[in-house]
C-alpha cells in the first residue's frame, strides 16, 4: 500500500504537484491522466523517487521513504518503472539487460537469472531476440524488453511513466497487450497514459489530475461517463469531441487534419471511418466554404457516437445566409452529398452563428 | 554471454598495418630530406670578415652571449640571428640559412675536424676573446664556495694541472676522460650544472659527461672531499636555474657578461675563449651522385648510432621518454578519475575548484607550466627534473581525462541512471556497472588521441634538465654536428613508441570493459 501524503514537489518557476493526496492499495490499477504540464509524471518520479518531494510523504508499506536517512534503494526494490524512452542499456543484449540487475541487487546466480530472463522474455514474446543490442530493435521491441527487465525484479508495484508515447502507432498494440497482460497478476500498476481507451480497458481506478492535485479520483466508469468536477468535465468532453476555429485563409488545415488523425486513434474509429472524415473534412473546407473562409471565422466541430458509429461534423460561421446547395461549388457539394449519410444546412438569422451546416458520417 | 575474441586479432592486423604505414613513411622522410641537404645554391664567396658586414647579411651568435655586441661593432650593417644551440647554428650556415656565425672558435675547429662539412672558418680571430669561468648560484648552502673555487683554480694553475688539461683536451683533441679520484666520506654534494653541448668543454663521450670543465669539475668536487652530482641545461636554462639554486656551480664553460653577472657570481677566468667566424664552403659542396648519397648516409648512420656506442644515448632518452609518459598516463588517469568521482554529483565547491585548475592547466602552454613548476612553485624544493615533468604531464593529463569523462558520460544520458535507480541499484554502483561501461565507449578513441600528444608533448622536458629523448638527441647531435639522422631517428621512435602505448591501452580496453564495442565489425553479428 502506498499513501501519498501533501505530497509536493516545487522547482524554481513551476509546482507541478501542490498537494496530492492518495491512498493506494495492493492490486490496484490507476490510470493517471489529465492535461500536459499536469505533473502525471512528475507525481510518478516522486514516488520512485526520481524525483525528491519538497514537501509531503510518501508512505511504502508503513515506511515514509522520504524520510531523512531513508535508503531509497530499499523502496525502489519493491518498485519497477517503465519509461516512455525505454531506457534500455546500450552496452548489453536484450537478455544481459534483463539478468544485469537480477544477478547485481539480487545476487542471483546466472543461471538463475538467465532462466528468469528467458521466461520473462517468452511472456513479452521476444525469445528470437536474445542476443540482439538495443539499437537493433524496433520501439515496441524495446519497450517489451523494458517491461521484462523490470518485471525480473519482482517488483511489488510498476510504475509506468507513458509507455507508449514515444511508439509508432503501429506498435502501440503490442506494448498494451503485454500492460493488460499484467493488469490480470494481481500487481500494483500506476500508468500514466494519453490512450484513454487503453486506460479504461485495464485499470480499476483512474485519476484525473489537475491544478496540481489528484483532482477527481474515481472508477473509470464515473471518470469517463459521469465526471463529477467541471474541469473533469471538460477534459472528458474534449477527448470525445474534437473542436478548432478556421480563422482565415491562412489557416494550417493540414495541422488540422493531423490533429483529426489523432482524434480517431484516440477513439478508436475504424480507418475507413477516418478516411471518409478525412475526405468530408477537405470537400468542407478546401472547397464549399472557400468562400465564407475569407470574410468569417468559421467553428469546425467533430463529434464521434460510439453505439451508432456515426460522426458528426459540424461547421457554424455568421455573416449572411450562405446555402451550400444554392451559393457553394456545385460539384463539390454534389460529391459531398452523395458520400455522407445527411447534410443539411441551417438558417437562423437571430442566432450568433447564423449558418450551421451538419454532415452526417 | 559474448565475448569477442575477434577484437583481439582486429588490434593485431591494425597494429601490424601501422608499423608499416610507420616504416614506409619514415623511409620517404629519410630519402625527401637527404635529397634536399645534397642540393645547394650558389653565393659570392666570402673570404674576409669585412665581406660580412651588407645589409643582406644574417650573422648568428649565440642566445645571451657576449658575441652580440662584437657583431654589432664589427658588422653594423648585417642583421643579427640568434641561435639556440651550436649544432643548429652550425647546420644553419652549412645550409645558407645564415651567411655566418660568429663565435666560440675551438667548438668550430673541432666541429670540422669531427667531419662537419659544408662549412669552413675565416683565418685568424675577431675581438679579444670571451671569459669564461665557473658561476656560483647565489643560493648555494656551501659557504663561501667562490672563495674555494678560486683557490683551487689558482693551485691547478701552479701546479700545471690546467696546462696539462688545455693541452689534453684543446691542443691533443683528445677526447679521453682521465680517471679523477672520488671523495673519500664526502660530507658535501656539489651540484653542478652544465650543458653537455659544447664539445669540448662539456659534452658526451662514450655515453658519459666528459670535456675540459666536467674535468675540472671533478676535481674541484674531489679536491673539496664532496660528492659531485651533475645536472644537464640547455644555455638558456642554465643561468635561471642556478639563480633559482637547482646547482651549486656552473661548469659550462659560460662566459661572464655583464647579464649574468649581475644574477651570478662569476670565479676567476677558467678558460679565455676565442672568437672566430664560420662561413659556408660552397666549394666542397657536391652533387656527388646516389652512391655518393648512400655512402654519406651510412656514415651518417655510423656516427649518430655506432660510434662510441651513442646508441645507448638514445637508449636511455627513449626510457626515460617512457617514464615520464607512463607515469603520467597513469597517475593522470586516476587523478582524472578520482577528481571526476568527487564533482560527479554536483558539489559546488569541488566544480569551482576543478574548473579553474583546469582553465589554468589548459590555458598555458605546457612548457611554460612544465617551467613554472620547476622554477617557480619547486624553486626552493629539492625535486629532480623528472619528478617535475611527471607532475606537469599528470596534471595535464588528468585534466583531460576529466573532460573526456564529463563528456562521455554527457552522451550516455541522464535515462540510463535512472534506469538503474529504478531497477534498486545505489548511485555508485549504477554509476560503476551501468554509465561508465557505456561512457568508456565513447571515451577511448579520445583517451588514445591524448596518449599520443602525451608522448610528444613530454619532448619540451629538456627545459628542466631532463635528458629524455628529443634532449638526447641534441646531445648526439652536438657532437655529430649532423640534424639529418639524430632527427629522423627520433621521429620514428616517438611513432613507436606511440604505436606501443595504443597496442597496450587497446589490450587493457578488450580486458576491461565488457560488452559491445561501439563501432568495429562485431557489431553486425545478429
Redo the contacts between chains.
Sequence with gaps: MIELVHLEKRYENSAPLVDVNAVINDGDVISIIGPSGTGKSTLIRCI???ERPTGGRIILDGVDICAPGYDV?KA??K???V?Q?F???????VI?NIM??QI??LKRPKSEAYATGMKLLRRVGLTSRE???PD?LSGGQKQRV?IA??LA?DPEVI?FDEPTSALDPTMVGEVQSVIRDLANTEKTMLIVTHEMNFARAICNRVFYMDQGGIYEDGTPDQVFDNPQRDRTRRFVRRLKVLEFTIDGPDFDLAGAETEIGGYCSQNDISSRAKYRIDLTFEELTYHILQPVIERVPVQITIEYTEEEENTEITASFGGEKFDPAENGDDFSYIVLQSTVKSLSHHYDPKAEQTNTIRVLI | ??INNRVDRTVLVKLGQKTITVLTMSLILVLVAGLLTACGTETEVITSPEQLNREDAKIGVATDAPEFALVEERFPKAEVVYTQDLIAAFTSVAQGKMDAYVGNKLNMELAIYNGLQGVRLLDGTIGEGNVSAVAISPRTEIPDLKGKINEFLKQVKEDGTLDDMRSRWIDKRDMAMPTILEAKDPQLNLVVGTTGLSEPFTCYVNGELAGYDVELAKRFASWLGASIEFKLYDYSGIVPAAQGGDVDCVFANLYVTPEREKALEFSNPTFIVDIGVMVRDTGSQNGGGIAAFFSSVKESFEKTFLTEDRWLLFVGGIVTTLLITVLAIILGTLIGFAVYMVCRNGNRAANAITRFCIWLIEGMPVVVLLMILYYVLFERVNLSGVTVSVMAFTLIFAAAVFNMLKAGVAT?GK??M?????????DT?AFF??ML??AL?HVMPTYKAQIKALIKATAVVGYVAVQDLTKMGDIVRSRTYEAFFPLIAIAVVYFILAAILIWIVNKIEVRAI???RPNGDDQK??
Design positions: 520512485n523517487m526520481l534503494t525502489r526494490r518498485m519497477g518503472m519509461f524512452s531506457n534500455l542499456f546500450g552496452h548489453l543484449n544481459e544485469q540487475a547485481d541487487i542476443t540482439n543490442y537493433e523494458a527487465r523490470t525484479m510504475l | 554471454m559474448k550516455v535515462g540510463q535512472e534506469a538503474a535507480y529504478s531497477l534498486g541499484y545505489t554502483k556497472n551501468i561501461p557505456q565507449r565488457p560488452g559491445r553479428k545478429g
